[in-house]
């Protein structure tokens, strides 16, 4: 009965001796599938293009080295339309706030034109087109009948101040 007791003693201290078996693998959760929420499509605004109400804002006629620009927008926030002539590129540049790519219309009371947008690339994003400074498009712009429209595929639709910055900055770029 010895060699039973002392032999249940030694399997006792070999089993005290051995580790425990290792912990079961800890599963974790899948990571959370982000959820993309696509922005609503922009509201067009309806009826006449004549008759959508004027954005809120006014314009701001500015020069610098590269030549004279206009802003459209509130005051103490970032421009929703710029219009800026380049005169080393004898160039005007029309840009609308927003971010993507796709076609830039141009609406005034006798005529519209469609052009080409494409990104700035800047901090604050804008879809920017390139006028020639002798495009009928800008006298129609300059003698439309209180206001144009400007109209970015993508983006809601802007109806602003036809004002005199800019016969201004387009007048900068002729001369």
């Given at each position: 009965?010895?060699?039973?007791l002392?032999?249940l003693?030694?399997?006792?201290?070999?089993?005290?001796?051995?580790?425990?078996?290792?912990?079961?693998?800890?599963?974790?959760?899948?990571?959370?599938?982000?959820?993309?929420?696509?922005?609503?499509?922009?509201v067009?605004?309806?009826?006449?293009?004549?008759?959508?109400?004027?954005?809120?804002?006014?314009?701001?006629?500015?020069?610098?080295?590269?030549?004279?620009?206009?802003?459209?927008?509130?005051?103490?926030?970032?421009?929703?339309?710029?219009?800026?002539?380049?005169?080393?590129?004898?160039?005007?540049?029309?840009?609308?706030?927003g971010?993507?790519?796709?076609?830039?219309?141009?609406?005034?009371?006798?005529?519209?034109?469609?052009?080409?947008?494409?990104?700035?690339?800047?901090?604050?994003?804008?879809?920017?087109?390139?006028?020639?400074?002798?495009?009928?498009?800008?006298?129609?712009?300059?003698?439309?009948?209180?206001?144009?429209?400007?109209?970015?595929?993508?983006?809601?639709?802007?109806?602003?101040?036809?004002?005199?910055?800019?016969?201004?900055v387009?007048?900068?770029?002729?001369v």
């Amino acid at each position: 009965m010895r060699i039973k007791l002392l032999l249940l003693a030694s399997l006792t201290a070999l089993t005290a001796c051995s580790s425990p078996p290792p912990p079961p693998p800890i599963r974790q959760a899948p990571p959370p599938v982000p959820v993309v929420v696509a922005p609503p499509p922009p509201v067009r605004p309806t009826g006449d293009w004549t008759d959508w109400p004027l954005a809120a804002g006014d314009w701001v006629y500015r020069q610098d080295e590269r030549g004279s620009i206009a802003l459209f927008g509130p005051m103490n926030a970032d421009a929703l339309v710029t219009l800026r002539c380049d005169r080393t590129r004898q160039r005007i540049y029309l840009a609308r706030a927003g971010s993507g790519a796709g076609r830039i219309v141009i609406r005034s009371s006798s005529t519209l034109k469609e052009f080409a947008g494409s990104p700035t690339g800047g901090a604050v994003p804008y879809i920017a087109t390139e006028i020639m400074p002798r495009d009928p498009i800008l006298d129609a712009m300059i003698f439309s009948r209180g206001r144009i429209a400007i109209e970015v595929s993508g983006q809601t639709p802007l109806a602003i101040p036809s004002w005199a910055e800019i016969g201004r900055v387009i007048e900068d770029c002729r001369v």
